[in-house]
């Protein structure tokens, strides 16, 4: 018992060992519930995984040290298009083709990331929005730029088969989930491993000496400065950091799709993220993951909603954009701080009024 | 030199009509120090509005000026109804509002209009000016458009340097608080700034429209194109918006000309980052040092 307790020390204090037992846990859970789904579901939960990561990262870098990017689709179709070159070149058979592919698409959007966040580093509120947005719609134009790009029709992107996957692989998912791996759970497993990796490393950097010179240089840059903390270098470092998770999100996002074409990278697709993270609470990573789940379900339930009442199909898609449009107008309106720092704030006065109760 | 004479005229017509979306920005970002980045959506509405009302066979240039109206009315309500919660604010909330009406309008178009593309006519010929036997690169629709957009600058100018109106809604921007102690009512007139605002982006809408197709996206460029123009002129000097408009538009016509048409939104970020770490007032700003 004794020795229970001192073990239990660490784990509650440790940051790392803290999110790590968690994120076990979850990805445990997450395994189990991606095993008992169909299809259609596991595709969905994939979906949801990119979605999430690429939201945590902006969720990050907006809600931490405070600088908007409308650009991240543009990251994220960097991102894509270098998985999608490797994995051509490789063939992408093999569980290495598949992790060299989006190490190489993690890497090339960092490099992306300093070369746009250096110059960003200087912007603020409109005009950084309004770069960004440029950003946003230049990228994808260039794939029409260059043939080996593809132009408007993109590029095929293979993706190994699961009977092709390592023994121990097969195995151990029909342990866990008593069901045989294939092609969608097999994505829907290596999006949610990725997500939950990159959420505890970017929760561990919020809670770090980088995150918190995130959050000084987001709440006063003057005085942040004056602490000595290098207000551009920090703005940099969370760009980049940003951007990886951008680039990380793209390469699962062009799996997920077998395509990677210009048309997928729209103004939408940025917008369509910052309308995740607003919902969920900027600087949130609980948040982020509530948003890309909204984001990973809701245009079917919306485009099914709408053909219910009589929309043709091309016009119930775009009931999608409606709702985040609203939901982005709503919750800057309504509640500034998200569904996650509206409870919090719920929370915290409940808790206040009943200690009150307490001691009156 | 024909294709550099064609090239030219091009992008003076291009860069007319981004002056004018650059107009539009600039009014807004005096009067409430918000970019509204749903200007190209309002814009894009009206032009369907006018599209409508020529579908039922009203005049050219009633439904021109229909569409002007109701561009005109859509700013003061979204002025009144969305942006006013947020004025004075953290910069960051006005962003994200504007961008979330850009999506809602986009969307709502697309399922009023659907998303096929539409032809929009044009009051005059859109078929190159021949001057003897060869063929110059400026309509007749062109010259009408440089027209349209120095009439709505003399207009402007006219209203904010000869009229008591004007001049409320300078002190009205200059500083709310003083000019609310001088009896102006500083919300109408920032109602007004932004309606008028509207209106202006209405009349670039229809302008980019004549004779070319429209459908719910045909207006996304200038969400970028007429803010670079805008940031180019300072954002806060008008005659800077149109001069950052002609610019641009020179230039993006030369890239897309000479080098290639899908280079142009990057060189478009390239003059834009160029601006902002060079001269982050703008090339014609006399303001003293602002931060970007």
């Not at chain 1, 940051?15 to 395994?31: D, G």
Request: aromatic share 8%; with cysteine; hydrophobic share 60%.
């Amino acid at each position: 018992m004794e020795r229970l307790r001192s073990l239990a020390g660490p784990v509650r204090s440790v940051p790392l060992v803290r999110h790590l037992l968690v994120a076990l846990i979850a990805f445990l859970v997450v395994v189990a519930i991606i095993g008992s789904s169909s299809q259609y579901l596991q595709t969905r939960y994939a979906e949801m995984a990119f979605f999430a990561i690429a939201a945590g990262g902006l969720t990050l870098l907006t809600g931490l040290s405070g600088q908007l990017s409308l650009g991240h689709g543009a990251l994220m179709a960097v991102g894509a298009y270098a998985a999608t070159l490797v994995l051509e070149r490789t063939g992408g058979e093999t569980l290495a083709d598949v992790f060299l592919a989006l190490l190489v698409a993690i890497a090339v959007c960092a490099v992306v990331g300093v070369i746009v966040g250096v110059p960003a580093a200087r912007l603020h509120g409109p005009y950084i929005a309004g770069a960004t947005l440029t950003l946003a719609v230049a990228v994808p134009r260039l794939a029409n730029q260059w043939d080996f790009l593809g132009g408007e029709q993109g590029l095929q992107v293979p993706v190994p088969r699961a009977a092709e996957l390592p023994v121990w692989i097969q195995d151990l998912v029909w342990f866990f989930t008593a069901a045989e791996i294939d092609q969608y759970s097999f994505l829907a497993y290596l999006g949610w491993g990725l997500l939950v990796l990159a959420f505890v490393a970017l929760a561990n950097l919020s809670r770090s000496r980088v995150g918190r010179r995130w959050r000084a240089v987001r709440d006063d840059d003057v005085s942040a400065e004056l602490a000595g903390i290098h207000l551009g270098r920090a703005r940099v470092v969370a760009f980049t950091v940003s951007a990886m998770c951008a680039g990380l999100a793209g390469g699962l996002m062009a799996m997920n799709v077998r395509l990677t074409a210009p048309g997928a990278f729209t103004i939408t697709l940025s917008l369509t993220l910052l309308a995740a993270v607003v919902l969920g609470g900027l600087g949130s990573l609980t948040g982020a993951l509530i948003g890309a789940g909204v984001l990973a379900f809701l245009p079917h339930f919306a485009t099914d909603l709408g053909e219910s009442v009589g929309l043709s199909a091309t016009q119930a898609a775009e009931v999608t954009p409606v709702v985040y449009g609203l939901v982005l107008m709503l919750v800057i309106l309504l509640a500034p701080a998200g569904i996650v720092g509206s409870l919090r704030t719920f929370l915290a006065r409940s808790s206040l009024g009943s200690t009150k109760e307490k001691t009156t | 030199m024909q294709q550099f004479l064609d090239t030219t005229l091009g992008g003076l017509v291009l860069g007319a009509v981004y002056a004018a979306f650059a107009l539009a920005l600039c009014l807004i970002w005096r009067s409430t120090r918000i970019v509204n980045f749903a200007q190209a959506a309002m814009a894009m509405v009206t032009t369907y509005i006018a599209l409508s009302l020529i579908n039922v066979d009203v005049p050219y240039w009633v439904a021109f000026l229909a569409a002007i109206a109701a561009g005109f009315m859509l700013g003061a309500l979204v002025e009144r109804l969305i942006i006013r919660p947020v004025e004075g604010k953290a910069d960051l909330n006005a962003v994200i509002l504007t961008l979330g009406l850009f999506m809602v309008l986009h969307g709502l178009t697309a399922l009023v209009f659907g998303v096929q593309h539409r032809g929009f006519p044009a009051p005059v010929s859109t078929s190159a000016i021949e001057v003897g036997d060869t063929s110059i690169g400026i309509t007749p629709f062109g010259v009408l458009t440089i027209v349209i957009v120095a009439v709505v600058m003399a207009g402007l100018v006219v209203l904010f340097r000869f009229t008591d109106l004007g001049l409320r809604m300078r002190a009205s921007a200059f500083n709310g608080e003083v000019s609310r102690l001088l009896g102006v009512r500083v919300g109408r007139m920032l109602t007004l700034g932004w309606a008028l605002a509207a209106a202006v982006g209405a009349v670039a809408g229809l302008l980019i429209a004549g004779g070319d197709l429209v459908n719910p996206a045909f207006m996304d460029p200038f969400v970028i194109y007429g803010f670079i123009a805008a940031v180019l002129g300072g954002l806060d000097s008008p005659i800077g918006s149109v001069i950052g408009g002609l610019i641009l538009g020179l230039s993006l016509s030369y890239v897309t000309g000479y080098v290639g048409e899908h280079l142009a939104p990057l060189v478009a970020l390239g003059i834009l980052m160029l601006v902002l770490l060079v001269r982050p007032s703008g090339l014609f700003a006399a303001a003293a040092a602002r931060r970007v």
